[in-house]
């Protein structure tokens, strides 16, 4: 984070947010200074708080940050928080995030994140819609571990929490330019001020567009870019002395070629197989040679085809109530999503099947518009989906008192989501297994009471309960289609709905005036879902996948040290799921690859972390994270063998045929034991020549080896990695300030993966492909931002 001089420092202008730290900081380095930090401000428990000051733990993120570490969207949120990483899948749909190890990825249009994605107080329900830009953001505060009791059904894990700027009492307005050497082309702007003497306004608006980075080829095109633009409006309306009415649309636009896997291994190419039928030596030779753990070459005559639109709508009402404020929080979310891939990923015909780049038209007669078939007889797939999502939540906090404070509240939601998955592949060959074409309607209603109490047991001591009393529905309706006549549609319906009482309590004691610890216990919540990956034809009855729980135990430290120049937070933790839900990936006798998804018996996590931020001097900011997390399966007696797994190896095959593994005292997948990133920040105030501050930032973050696969295929372990992110720039103030910054990320040019797939079962042989990420090689660019 950027400092500024001695001068601003006295007018308290530095906001520098805790990212942590691992090393000791010698105190003879630090003498005294005028400089501090500031304190960081959070709506961790549903009411604006110091972060130093609750129970919690997590980590605040300032947009400055943003920029050390090259953060684009929320997947890149991963290079700052080291408890946080992301699964990257080949639907954008499914792709979400982890929180010590645990995290909900699924090819389930029915399933929810356990990592909780709220954006200005308003929760996603999938977990794709969790990729979200952060331009012209506030902060994002990463809470850590189950925070079911405040964040609802969603968030047994723990929550991202996005907070975007609001409007402003003076006129202040500004833009950016950001322009790389790999093919972005980035600006945004905002306007924000009074409208009148008790109107206030913002207005945000960004176009992103990024050229692709994985080679095709077919045709000679670069995949996975993307072309994004959104704009954010905020109206606030000071009604009365004890009314504001505060108004906000939000709306994102998105067209991706995201996300091709490109082969890194294949134990044995002369018998490696396309979707179990044609050799790979045949279907695509060209590609062969490119097969090694950095490439990032294919060759698919169907590029994928990505499109999002996401609209979000908010009123907020806030009175004050004989010294309470009552908030009541009205929201509606809507996500519409389309997604065309190419399954056989190469550029051969697959079917001998005359598609022709023909369009199918609209058979099922959903009014979906038409699309284009596979060119060259290829097994395509579209995934259309539509969230409707409505919210209404109730606040009321009590004033701060000697005694304490407290907060009660009501929250309702309805999700709502329509899908329709089409797989194109007639009965032909090796499409028998894989052809699949349904309608799904998954409705999930709920309704909860939730509160929290904190008392003061004296002067240094606090005792926090909180308590979540929540009722739950869940509505499924599925029609599988005969799509080419030969027989009847299977229509089926399903209900059923779930009561849960939650709690958490705390206990805090501040050991200075400066330092306290506490003892944390919370349950966390995950509802119950039917499984509808729809990666096959429907087969049979459905039951509801089990309700995920948790117990988690906390212990921690917060200090404000050395005069209000470091901030340390240190916190040990341990949690125990029981019902986990997990994907497990099959292959049929016909050949099709199934998804599907069910409760792993128990598992546990446990760790450190430790998070700090550090003046040294006036000029130069230390930051530096660090966790510790160890994520064990303790009970999972039935899981699938990984592909050719043997006996020796630990799958046993019983009298009925069926092979199994028992994954007791195995890691859990894409959790990596260690994990930490440290950024340093200088400034040379301005004077002695120079007409504005320059400042230099570096940025590191390294993170341990990890498997990706949960049936831990050896081929799928991907090694450990660093990346580092360097700037220098000057900021110049005056009646028009401007900031000129040029950017080396993964200056040390370190090849990694955003994530693994598993080939084996559709090659016949041990094979691995990988998700590329726009930083998988050095990049140079320059930010330019202007602002009065």
Not at 109 to 123: G, T
Not at 461 to 484: C, H, K
Not at 560 to 578: A, I, S
Request: overall charge negative; charged content about 20%.
């Amino acid at each position: 984070m950027r400092l500024k001089n001695k001068s601003r420092f006295s007018k308290g202008k530095v906001l520098s947010y805790p990212l942590g730290t691992f090393c000791a900081i010698y105190s003879s380095l630090l003498t005294a200074q005028q400089a501090t930090l500031e304190e960081v401000i959070v709506t961790a428990q549903k009411r604006e708080q110091n972060m130093m000051d609750i129970p919690v733990a997590l980590t605040a993120v300032s947009p400055e940050d943003l920029e050390i570490y090259g953060v684009r969207d929320t997947a890149d949120l991963t290079k700052i928080s080291p408890s946080l990483t992301y699964d990257q899948t080949g639907l954008a749909q499914n792709s979400g995030f982890r929180i010590r190890g645990i995290g909900t990825v699924v090819y389930s249009v029915s399933a929810e994140s356990a990592v909780a994605v709220v954006i200005d107080d308003l929760a996603t329900t999938q977990s794709g819609q969790g990729l979200a830009d952060l331009t012209d953001i506030e902060r994002v505060e990463i809470l850590r571990g189950p925070q079911s009791t405040l964040f609802g059904r969603n968030a047994s894990a723990g929550v991202i929490n996005v907070v975007t700027r609001g409007p402003t009492s003076d006129f202040e307005a500004g833009a950016e330019l950001t322009l790389t050497d790999d093919g972005q082309e980035k600006i945004s702007g905002s306007i924000s001020g009074p409208a009148s003497h008790s109107l206030a306004y913002r207005l945000t608006g960004y176009y992103d567009d990024i050229d692709g980075w994985v080679d095709n080829l077919h045709d000679r095109e670069d995949l996975d870019g993307s072309e994004k633009w959104g704009v954010n409006a905020r109206l606030d309306w000071d009604v009365s002395d004890t009314l504001v009415l505060k108004f906000q649309g939000k709306y994102d636009d998105s067209v991706s070629a995201c996300c091709s896997p490109a082969f890194t291994y294949i134990e044995d190419v002369s018998q490696a197989l396309v979707l179990t039928a044609i050799p790979l030596t045949e279907a695509a030779p060209e590609i062969i040679p490119f097969i090694d753990d950095e490439n990032t070459t294919i060759t698919v005559d169907d590029a994928p085809d990505i499109t999002s639109e996401s609209l979000q709508l908010s009123l907020k009402a806030e009175w004050d109530i004989q010294n309470h404020s009552l908030l009541s929080i009205t929201g509606y979310n809507n996500w519409d999503l389309n997604e065309f891939n190419e399954l056989d990923n190469t550029s051969y015909d697959l079917l001998n099947y005359p598609f022709g780049n023909g369009t199918l038209g609209d058979p099922l007669g959903t009014g979906i518009e038409p699309f284009t078939l596979a060119s060259n007889g290829g097994v395509v797939q579209l995934n259309q989906l539509e969230v409707d999502f409505l919210s209404q939540e109730f606040r009321l906090l009590s004033p701060e008192a000697d005694w304490g404070n407290y907060i009660v509240g009501f929250y309702y939601s309805n999700m709502d989501a329509d899908r329709q998955f089409d797989r194109y592949a007639p009965g032909l060959g090796v499409a028998a297994g894989l052809d699949a074409h349904s309608l799904s309607d998954n409705v999930v209603t709920s309704v909860s009471t939730f509160g929290q109490v904190t008392w003061n047991l004296g002067t240094r001591s606090r005792l926090t309960v909180g308590a979540r009393f929540q009722y739950e529905e869940i509505e499924f309706d599925l029609t599988d289609i005969d799509f080419y006549g030969g027989g009847p549609d299977t229509d089926v319906s399903y209900n059923d709905d779930d009561t849960v009482a939650l709690g958490s309590i705390a206990y805090q004691y501040d050991i200075s005036d400066s330092g306290m610890l506490f003892a944390r216990y919370a349950q966390g919540h995950k509802g119950q879902f039917f499984d509808a990956a729809a990666s096959t034809a429907f087969t049979g009855e459905l039951d509801p996948v089990d309700k995920e729980s948790s117990d988690a135990f906390e212990l921690g430290y917060k200090a404000e040290l050395l005069e209000n120049r470091m901030r340390l937070e240190l916190v040990g933790f341990y949690t125990l799921y029981d019902d986990y839900q997990a994907q497990q990936t099959t292959i049929t006798d016909a050949g099709a690859v199934v998804f599907s998804t069910e409760n792993v018996g128990e598992l546990e996590n446990y760790g450190i972390e430790l998070d700090s931020t550090t003046l040294i001097g006036d000029n130069f900011t230390l930051q530096v994270a660090a966790a510790w997390v160890n994520a064990t399966i303790k009970e999972y007696p039935d899981a699938e063998c990984y592909f050719g797994q043997t006996v020796a190896q630990g799958c046993i095959t019983d009298s009925d045929g069926i092979s199994t593994q028992d994954l007791a005292g195995k890691d859990l997948q894409n959790s990596p034991d260690f994990k930490f990133n440290v950024a340093g920040n200088y400034v040379w105030p301005a004077g002695n020549s120079l007409p504005g501050d320059v400042f230099a930032n570096v940025a590191y973050s390294w993170t341990d080896k990890v498997n990706h696969d949960l049936q831990l295929a050896p081929w799928m372990e991907a090694d450990s990695y660093g990346v580092l992110n360097l700037s220098i720039g000057i900021e110049v103030l005056g009646d028009i300030n401007y900031t000129v910054t040029v950017f080396a990320n993964n200056l040390l040019d370190e090849s990694y993966d955003s994530g693994l797939l598993d080939s084996s079962l559709a090659a016949v042989t041990e094979a691995t492909s990988r998700f590329v990420p726009r930083d998988y090689s050095r990049y140079f660019g320059v930010r330019l931002r202007i602002g009065m």
